[in-house]
């Protein structure tokens, strides 16, 4: 299972598939996971807040191959926050569709207020809190961690998800992911300090 949809299923509940997070936080978070899976499969680079595409073969998967395709249209834009900006907004249909397509969720419409809305429903209680339970089993040993792993606990923070990954040990945790996530790759932890600023932004602009 790919970046985002780990993302995507922490970001909603195991059992009934509703938002733990509003829809713009949501959608921050889901946009530089798919920016995330580019870089872990080595086809961008992030620098100094700019993206630079270093491998123009198509990913393989599909929705991946879109992104790359959308920044390669578009390369006179390298700013990593505008594409979080830009990508956010489709950025839940796009992966709440891939992990339909896997299975690993049922797409279901309902009508309110003479709107219809789409939910994900997970097919499967336990896969579908499987990410949740592997960055907690990550937090609670004292054991290398995967890049694509370290990459989720660090969108996960950013987008303040993780008191629905840990259980206890709050603050004892904490520092267990802090330092966790000092082993991130230098362009994946500016990913994820971008997104924590996005995150913040929004917030702010919110309360204005």
């Known amino acids: ?12 509940d195991d059992a009934t598939g509703k938002p ?14 798919l920016l995330g899976e580019l870089l872990l499969f080595g086809r961008i680079t992030l620098d100094s807040g700019e993206l ?34 830009f990508l956010r907004y489709g950025a839940a249909e796009s992966v709440g569709e891939r992990l339909a397509r896997s299975g690993a969720v049922r797409r279901h419409e309902y009508r309110r207020m003479l709107r219809t809305t789409t939910a994900y429903l997970p097919v ?16 609670d040993r004292d054991e290398p961690a995967e890049q694509p792993d370290l990459t989720l606990l660090g969108l996960v923070g950013a987008t303040n998800l993780t008191r629905e990954v840990l259980w206890h040990g709050r603050s004892e945790a904490q520092r267990r992911i802090d330092q966790l996530l000092t082993n991130l790759a230098p362009p994946l932890r500016e990913l994820v300090a971008h997104t924590e600023a996005a995150v913040g932004a929004a917030v702010l602009s919110h309360r204005q």
Do not use: K, S
Not at 23 to 31: E, M, V
Not at 59 to 78: I, K, N, S, W, Y
């Open 52 to 85: 630079t595409i270093v491998d123009r073969r198509p990913p393989p998967d599909a929705l991946a191959h879109t992104v790359l395709d959308q920044l390669a249209g578009e390369a006179q834009h390298r700013q990593i926050r505008l594409w979080i900006d």
């Open 124 to 139: 499967d209680i336990n896969a579908a809190a499987w990410p949740g339970t592997r960055l907690r089993a990550l937090v």
């Open 20 to 33: 733990r997070l509003n829809p713009g936080t949501a959608g921050i978070g889901l946009a530089a996971a």
């Open 1 to 12: 299972m790919l970046l985002a949809d780990e993302f995507f299923l922490i970001a909603h």
